[in-house]
């Protein structure tokens, strides 16, 4: 059996395997109708969703597969049913569970009872499906997995651990800008930073010099909402804006996983100009959920 939970588990020809199985998908949505027939994929969501929901529940059906969502209200992960038990139930019920939780130790714990595969939709710590489709995006828009810099500037979450995860099983530049105490896992920034592939910076001004991804997200993700006007200070002028691209220098994409809080971490003539892929980056989604889809099932 086996599990997606982090692009640590992945090595780089199984990121290659992923992404060209992705084009394929998104080239033609009507193959491999079949592949997950008579398969029950349960959805258990603690963390209201758009993008992760639906494209994984168009995903599955496209796929000739059966969804069942269930949100926090009718689980209760750990508060209503002991996760241990939601876990070994559902195994006898489903062949696979999409898990997006708060906590990485509900996931870890879920995946050491459970009986079928389970796929990390979301934790605190990893975003390993963003990320992945991510590099799918990417791979369109310059054709190659490595060879490019790509500058995430803000908060050091789940994206941006994921993010420092790839770039450590690729070969791309990956420049960090973000507030000091807000910097992304030490325990995943080590191998990056040996390799050299790595950079932190303090001023997004530095960081952006020569990139072709510019990347941001959120500065208060769900879970920290007690932290936010205090972040918003810390943040200001880690923002996304027409006045910090003029230090670009050359030709670059716009990135942002969504959802976007507009005139915060990036303004809406930044996120809605020509530059902007963020709409692809939704849209990639459903075709690099289903490219995962299959590498568990079939």
Same mark, same amino acid.
Request: glycine content about 6%; hydrophobic content about 35%; aromatic content about 8%.
């Given at each position: ?10 090595? !780089?020809?199984?990121?290659? #395997? ?13 193959? !491999? ?25 168009? /995903? ?31 195994? +006898? ?50 054709? +190659? ?21 790839? /770039? ?6 990956? /420049?960090? /800008? &973000? ?14 930073? #040996? ?20 990347? &941001? ?16 200070? !810390?943040? +200001? ?24 809080? +507009? ?36």
């Amino acid at each position: 059996m086996k599990n997606f939970l982090s692009i640590n588990d992945l090595s !780089r020809e199984d990121i290659e #395997s992923l992404v060209n199985l992705a084009l394929k998908l998104k080239k033609n949505r009507e193959v !491999r109708r079949n592949d997950l027939e008579g398969k029950h994929i349960v959805l258990i969501f603690e963390k209201p969703s758009l993008r992760t929901r639906l494209s994984f529940e168009v /995903a599955i059906r496209e796929l000739g597969g059966n969804h069942y969502f269930l949100g926090q209200g009718e689980v209760g992960l750990g508060k209503r049913e002991a996760i241990k038990d939601i876990a070994r139930v559902i195994s +006898r019920y489903g062949q696979g569970v999409v898990l997006r939780t708060f906590g990485h130790q509900t996931l870890m714990e879920f995946v050491d009872n459970s009986q079928v595969p389970v796929i990390n939709a979301l934790t605190d710590l990893e975003h390993p499906c963003q990320v992945m489709s991510d590099i799918l995006t990417i791979y369109e828009k310059v054709g +190659r997995l490595d060879g490019f810099k790509l500058v995430y500037i803000g908060d050091g979450n789940n994206v941006c651990n994921s993010l420092v995860q790839l /770039a450590t099983k690729l070969d791309f530049q990956l /420049a960090i /800008a &973000t507030p000091s105490g807000y910097e992304p896992s030490e325990k995943f920034l080590q191998d990056g930073l #040996s390799r050299g592939n790595i950079k932190l910076y303090e001023e997004p001004q530095e960081a952006v010099q020569g990139a072709d991804f510019i990347y &941001t997200d959120v500065w208060t993700s769900m879970g920290w909402e007690d932290e936010r006007e205090e972040r918003k200070k !810390r943040f +200001r002028k880690f923002q996304v804006n027409s006045q910090l691209l003029k230090n670009v220098n050359r030709k670059y994409y716009v990135m942002h996983c969504l959802p976007a809080h +507009r005139g915060e971490e990036i303004t809406d003539e930044v996120i809605d100009s020509p530059n902007s892929i963020v709409i692809d980056q939704a849209e990639n989604r459903l075709h690099m959920h289903k490219a995962i889809l299959l590498y568990l099932f079939s």
